[in-house]
């Protein structure tokens, strides 16, 4: 699965985070993985991805400079593969 | 970010464990000789089941996610149900290790409807004979029939769990053959001469040339085989092997004991390595967060006599409780160091330090050789000290 900025995502509901100081760990209650979010910045997208319909919306609300935004979707897809993010 | 710089951030510790082993009980049916916990009789002063209760309301509020369960045999515990419901309700996953004893066809079917909940099974060796020699007669029976419990329940993946020694390196395959069998998911650890392992290391550890088959092993199995990141001492080798490669203790890693003391990992047993008790003001929360061996564990440290030698960043000098418990000085190298230079320093190492506590059953355990026996002596029954 590939995430462009017009996909709409939600934090996966069997995936709670907890905040550290290089980001948070995410904890997968279905699959019992656990995966690291390493950046803050990171963090508050996957956060908030619920509230909008597009990650672009996420993006922008979150004060992400456009020239990060390939390397968030490359990262927003990585959680998507690993089930921490899922598209709704 | 990239992985060192993780790693980086791990070493200076989390806001709390990600991994937290509790050993529940010291009780056990089992005297397997390398027992990290020298486990045999209950301590009268093991935590009560609100005491123990309170904890998991503690680990909920910090979000620890799931904690490795361990004894002593935890399933001896009359509690252990409720403890086990008790930490599903607080959304706390639950692995557990046992022998297997008390995994009846009626208690696998309890367990398969519990949620959370990841099984380990311990065995050390493919087949009876090298099994029962350390685990002790009847072990192997014992794991194999939990193991058609848990399948004919419909457990799921349960997982497998070996101890790797000199005497069942050359059965990697079969282990995960016969995990395979099963469907479940072989882990494999490294002996560490911990508790009665200290008194077992130096007959039952890995050969130098058994070290490059387990990593070498291990490179070609990959994800699929876990190691609770124990081997990271063999990234000396070349590439490093999946996991955190670091020593976790008292920064990414702690374990409860019995009692409700505090140590920096499982490994550790020792009155050196206790940062506080959870029965304390401000329970476990502040020993992880303020107790000073944590603080001082994770603060950076000094590669020391490994300084020059350039696997450091590889290897980070191995685990801090093999060379605790071998008498080697902590700054320096693994005494199963894979260039050779831990073999150097044991030769002339100090006394090495006894476990501060053994709950031993007092009986007098041997190793049965295959060609001369081997006394495995206990100096205490089952007082604690």
């Known amino acids: 699965m590939t995430l462009t900025l017009d996909s709409a995502c939600e934090l996966h509901p069997d995936v709670a985070l907890r905040p550290e100081p290089f980001g948070a760990l995410a904890y997968h209650y279905g699959n019992r993985r656990l995966i690291f979010l390493k950046h803050p910045d990171v963090v508050a997208v996957v956060r908030d991805a619920a509230n909008h319909r597009s990650l672009r919306e996420v993006l922008v609300e979150n004060g992400i400079a456009e020239s990060r935004w390939p390397s968030f979707i490359s990262a927003l897809t990585s959680l998507a593969q690993s089930e921490v993010i899922r598209v709704h | 970010m990239s992985t060192s710089s993780l790693a980086a951030q791990m070493k200076q510790g989390l806001d709390a464990p990600i991994c937290l082993t509790w050993e529940l009980t010291y009780a056990c049916n089992l005297q397997c000789v390398h027992c990290l916990s020298s486990s045999g009789t209950r301590d009268p002063r093991e935590l009560t089941t609100e005491q123990a209760k309170a904890v998991l309301d503690e680990l909920r509020d910090l979000q620890v996610f799931y904690i490795n369960i361990g004894g002593g045999e935890p399933m001896v515990r009359r509690d252990f149900f409720e403890l086990l419901e008790h930490a599903e309700h607080c959304n706390i996953g639950v692995k557990f290790s046992t022998n297997g004893a008390f995994i009846t066809p009626e208690n696998a079917r309890r367990l398969a409807a519990m949620n959370y909940l990841d099984i380990q099974i311990s065995l050390d060796g493919a087949n009876r004979a090298t099994n029962d020699r350390v685990r002790g007669e009847g072990s192997y029976d014992i794991a194999l029939r939990a193991m058609d419990n848990l399948r004919d329940a419909s457990f799921g993946r349960f997982k497998i769990s070996v101890?790797?020694?000199?005497?069942?390196?050359?059965q990697l395959d079969e282990f995960k053959a016969l995990a395979d069998s099963y469907g479940a998911q072989l882990r494999i650890t490294r002996l560490r001469p911990a508790g009665r392992g200290a008194d077992t290391w130096n007959e039952l550890h890995p050969t130098a040339a058994q070290q490059r088959v387990i990593y070498d092993w291990l490179m070609h199995h990959g994800e699929d085989v876990l190691t609770g990141d124990s081997f990271f001492h063999l990234n000396a080798f070349g590439d490093a092997l999946p996991g955190l490669n670091l020593c976790g203790a008292g920064r990414v890693v702690c374990l409860i004991d019995p009692l409700g003391d505090v140590y920096a990992c499982?490994?550790?047993?020792?009155?050196?390595?206790?940062?506080?008790?959870?029965?304390?003001?401000g329970g476990f929360t502040h020993v992880w967060k303020s107790s000073d061996l944590f603080t001082s564990l994770r603060e950076p440290e000094s590669p020391g006599a490994c300084a020059s030698c350039g696997s450091y960043d590889a290897c980070q000098g191995g685990c801090m409780a093999a060379k605790f418990f071998t008498g080697l000085p902590l700054d320096g190298p693994d005494p199963e160091c894979v260039s050779g230079h831990g073999e150097h320093a044991l030769s002339s190492a100090g006394a090495a330090p006894r476990p501060s506590m053994d709950h031993s059953k007092p009986?007098?355990?041997t190793v049965k050789a295959r060609?001369?026996?081997?006394?495995?002596?206990?100096?205490?029954?089952g007082s604690p000290s």
Do not use: Q, Y
């Open chain 2, 163 to 170: 101890v790797m020694t000199r005497e069942n390196v050359s």
């Open chain 2, 363 to 365: 009986v007098r355990l």
């Open chain 2, 371 to 381: 060609r001369s026996p081997v006394l495995v002596t206990h100096h205490s029954g």
């Open chain 2, 266 to 281: 499982p490994f550790v047993i020792h009155d050196e390595f206790k940062a506080g008790s959870v029965l304390e003001d």
